[in-house]
Nanobody, 121 residues
Framework: QVQVVESGGGLVQAGGSLRLSCAAS????????MGWYRQAPGKQRELVAT???????NYADSAKGRFTISRSNAKNTVYLQMNSLKPEDTAVYYC???????????????WGQGTQVTVSS
């Protein structure tokens, strides 16, 4: 079994910062790309940022310059540092990890349960 668990969400005022964490645990042979996505009420889930196992990053235009994604391969953990937060960043933030559970299996996506981020104006 593989578990992906996010933490670090909360309520913050506009202009503030939050740091999200996401740890993968359980039956893990290797972890490929990890990423953060978000879903606001009434909207589709959208990409925020992704990072490969060698540290290559990709950001949504809305996140560039304000958010930073990083990871610890030793801890199978990905982080999202969010600065200069805006009310429109309010959403449930989900972590995704491409995990290979054993050498005989292909990697597949595992998702966390989500963590709420609320930015007040």
């Amino acid at each position: 079994q593989v578990q992906v668990v996010e933490s670090g969400g909360g309520l913050v005022q506009a202009g503030g910062s939050l740091r999200l964490s996401c740890a993968a645990s359980g039956s893990i042979f290797s972890v490929n790309a990890m990423g953060w996505y978000r879903q606001a009420p009434g909207k589709q889930r959208e990409l925020v940022a992704t990072i490969t196992s060698i540290g290559s990053t990709n950001y949504a235009d809305s996140a560039k310059g304000r958010f930073t994604i990083s990871r610890s391969n030793a801890k199978n953990t990905v982080y999202l540092q969010m600065n200069s937060l805006k009310p429109e960043d309010t959403a449930v933030y989900y972590c995704s990890a491409q995990i290979r559970s054993s050498i005989s299996l292909n990697a597949r996506d595992f998702w966390g349960q989500g963590t709420q981020v609320t930015v007040s104006s």
